[in-house]
């Protein structure tokens, strides 16, 4: 990429400030960092192609807060503190106009998080980002996919499906005068991840996972993983007003809810011992949370609607499968 260096040294040098636990950031070979004394390391990549995950089009300050976001969520689904990141940026072409505010962006989101970007690499080609988070956490508290109970109840935070109707706009599949149209493409894009809730969670939850994917198709990862099925009532899914009017159906803002990616909200499992824990934690939050369902023996993930079984035949989001 022509003025590799030069490009590097303006948009992503002298950005934020030094954490002590970084000995050596962008400059070297490598980074050096230091991590905490009986902490694990928790580490996550995800790669963003424009195309698949944003249009070439999109606002490139909401480029950047996804691309961010997506990956803390996933320190966030292990109850893991930011620490790093590092950023590889593939462009067809320098374009100093969408760099500035994609770099204002995500440095921002980024000192929210106390996270500090100590390396990358940029290069030419099709536009696309893979960024690598890192954290901490006490890895025998880390929370993880395979410790979902029969009994157990399922939790989600937040708000589900506001992702998908986003999408909807952005493709133009829906008409851009649709209630809370706007409001809803902006929601897609910026999406809020979940660490304090995250870090809370230790301890309490058995199992979690992030929706990056759909709950339809994150939540039976941690049956597989925990070897048990699920129940999930399907109208205690949590809802928007703005969505529940963007589509003016309850029933399709449901379908919504159950199969919408990158929403990178929380999902996980509290055994019956824990509710009361659950409970006084979220005195002291503002996120919200809702249950749906209970794990159960039985394999499988099985839907009912107020109390009676449903049949949708319905999926998440599949990188391979979907446009």
């Known amino acids: 990429m022509p003025g590799e260096f030069n490009l590097i040294d303006k948009y ?50 909401w480029v950047a807060h996804k691309a961010l976001a997506s990956n803390i969520s996933d320190l966030a689904a292990m109850g893991a503190s930011p620490a790093w990141v590092s950023f590889a940026l593939t462009m067809p072409e320098v374009d100093e106009a969408w760099l500035k505010p994609f770099c204002d962006s995500f440095f921002a989101l980024a000192n929210e998080y106390g996270i500090q970007l100590i390396g990358g690499d940029t290069t030419k080609g099709p536009l696309s980002l893979t960024l690598t988070v890192q954290g901490f956490v006490a890895a025998d508290k880390a929370l993880r996919r395979d410790g979902a109970k029969v009994g157990d109840w399922v939790y989600v935070s937040g708000n589900l499906g506001d992702a998908k109707a986003g999408l909807d706009v952005l493709l133009g599949n829906t008409a851009l005068n649709a209630p809370y149209a706007a409001e809803l493409e902006k929601r897609h894009y910026l999406s809020t991840p979940r660490v304090l809730l995250g870090q809370r969670l230790q301890g309490v939850a058995s199992a979690a996972i992030d929706i990056s994917d759909g709950v339809i198709s994150d939540l039976p ?66 996120t919200k949370v809702t249950c749906i369902g209970q794990i159960v023996a039985q394999a499988g993930l099985s839907l009912t609607l107020q109390g009676k079984p449903l049949e949708w035949q319905l999926s998440g989001y599949d990188h391979f499968n979907n446009n």
Request: aromatic letters at 6%; charged letters at 20%.
């Open 221 to 286: 990862h941690i049956l597989k993983r925990s070897g048990v099925g699920a129940q999930l009532q399907v109208d205690e899914l949590p809802i928007s007003a703005e969505l529940l009017a963007f589509t003016r159906d309850r029933e399709q803002a449901l379908q919504y809810a159950l199969t919408s990616g990158e929403e990178y909200e929380l999902c996980f499992t509290i055994s019956p011992q824990h509710r009361d824990a659950l409970e006084s934690m979220l005195l002291e939050s503002n």
């Open 12 to 61: 992503f040098v002298g950005r934020q400030a030094q954490r002590e636990d970084v000995l050596l950031a962008a400059g070297d070979d490598c980074a050096l960092v230091q991590a905490p004394v009986n902490q694990a390391i928790a580490i996550s990549t995800d790669t963003l192609v424009a195309g698949t995950h944003f249009l070439a089009s999109a606002n490139p300050a």
